[in-house]
């Protein structure tokens, strides 16, 4: 199934100890470019994601948002800074020599002051957050690839629809070719007359002007080859199997070879004019083309 660049989607799981959400948007980008935005103690599990991520994607820029919560109780742990501790002692004694004044014993008045207590959040494992990550991660790339696949298809539509304009344009200027051969062979056979009436006959001059209309006139092949690249792109859109953006963005490059020759050997104004309409529609195409992945 044909699938575009773009999209989004959204998943969530949980244990007994987490919950984590994700969100994934897409936008058009020639290879695969992934970027998480989450807390950095989940950087260790940035392998397996991409891993699960590559099961669903092939191109597109995307970008991950994952909110990841615990909900087991926090646990904390007391640090003392003893050196601190002991130089505020002091500090205290030698105010006290200095002013006469009593001694606190109080060790109360000591730990009140800044730096000397510090509560620290326990670091937690995370041995089971893991597989509620790639369960997220997995609802999230379903939905997204469920929405790529109802662009694909939106695009499928409109590539059938510029594919059959193409083929009408290029059935107008092959229906030019009997004209533009009678207009060329007008020409060759007053310019062969005119050697004939000369009083030496260039035989050479003769040969190149027979070359000359052979192939200027004959765009047969030409058409040949468009009506097949318009035949391989439409196979290609209907049996989308895989990622096939780049196939297409190549057929597109030799139909636009296929018609600039065309355009070039036929010298006709109304062959030049038809010629820009399917260039513009290829161009169309080849827009489209840049969001399927």
Do not use: C
């Not at 103690?41 to 991409?50: G, S």
């Not at 501790?85 to 030698?94: P, V």
């Not at 070879?257 to 010629?275: C, D, H, M, V």
């Amino acid at each position: 199934m044909l699938k575009s660049m773009t999209g989004f989607g959204a998943g969530e799981a949980e244990n007994d100890s987490f919950l984590v959400s994700i969100e994934v948007k897409a936008v058009n980008q020639r290879f695969l470019d992934v970027d998480f935005r989450m807390p950095r103690r989940l950087d260790v599990f940035e392998d397996t994601m991409k891993r699960k991520i590559k099961e669903y994607a092939s191109r597109g820029k995307l970008t991950f948002n994952v909110q990841f919560m615990e909900k087991r109780e926090r646990e904390w742990e007391i640090q003392v800074d003893k050196s601190l501790a002991i130089s505020y002692h002091k500090a205290l004694n030698d105010i006290s020599d200095l002013l006469r004044l009593a001694r606190s014993d109080d060790v109360g008045i000591v730990a009140s002051y800044p730096g000397i207590i510090t509560a620290v959040e326990k670091a937690s494992s995370l041995d089971e957050a893991e597989p509620v990550i790639i369960e997220a991660l997995d609802a999230a790339m379903k939905q997204f690839v469920s929405m790529r696949e109802a662009e694909g298809e939106n695009l499928k539509t409109d590539f059938e629809k510029r594919i059959v304009t193409l083929e009408k344009y290029v059935d107008e200027i092959e229906a030019l070719g009997p004209s533009i051969v009678a207009h060329y062979r007008e020409r060759l056979e007053k310019a062969i007359g005119d050697l004939l009436s000369a009083n030496e006959i260039d035989e050479n001059r003769i040969i190149q002007e027979t070359f000359m209309y052979a192939d200027k006139v004959n765009y047969t092949e030409e058409v040949v080859r468009l009506r097949s690249h318009f035949a391989q792109f439409r196979q290609i859109i209907s049996d989308a199997a895989e990622p096939v953006g780049r196939k297409l963005d190549f057929l597109i490059q030799e139909m636009n070879r296929e018609i600039n020759t065309i355009a070039s050997k036929a010298n006709s104004a109304q062959a030049t004019r038809l010629a820009v309409e399917v260039k513009s529609e290829i161009e169309k195409l080849r827009e489209q083309v840049q969001n399927v992945e």
